[in-house]
């Protein structure tokens, strides 16, 4: 182990460092998360992505909505900030493929317009 003293905003601090090859190796297990299975569009219309990863906290269409360029389509919240989901083009909704409180990764699909 090794002492090393750090200033920080002027103050000084004592810290120790442990080396890596000091330390037993710890076998490192990580479980495997149960996802609820993606759905997936019928193929029918174009396809609007997530541009970010989190958790759909309102849904502003529904199928046979006629939406137009700039149109908002779902808001997610990541990192406590809400995010709008606009329509990329003009259309009408085929299938909204995700509900409230649903979680979303980045490029997943959330609506069809066709």
């Known amino acids: 182990m090794k ?5 920080v905003n002027g103050k000084t ?6 080396s890596v090859t000091e330390v037993a190796s710890e076998k490192v297990v990580e479980a495997k998360k149960e996802e609820a299975p993606k759905q997936m569009s019928s193929g029918e219309g174009k396809a609007v992505n997530a541009p970010i990863q989190g958790s759909v906290v309102n849904v502003k269409v529904k199928p046979g909505d006629k939406v137009s360029k700039g149109t908002v389509l779902l808001v997610i919240e990541a990192m406590k900030l809400e995010n709008d989901v606009v329509s990329p083009f003009d259309g009408v909704v085929a299938e909204v493929l995700v509900s409230k409180g649903q979680n979303v990764t980045t490029k997943d699909v959330v609506v069809t317009i066709k």
Do not use: D
């Open 3 to 7: 002492i090393y003293k750090i200033k």
């Open 13 to 18: 601090y004592k810290v120790e460092l442990e």
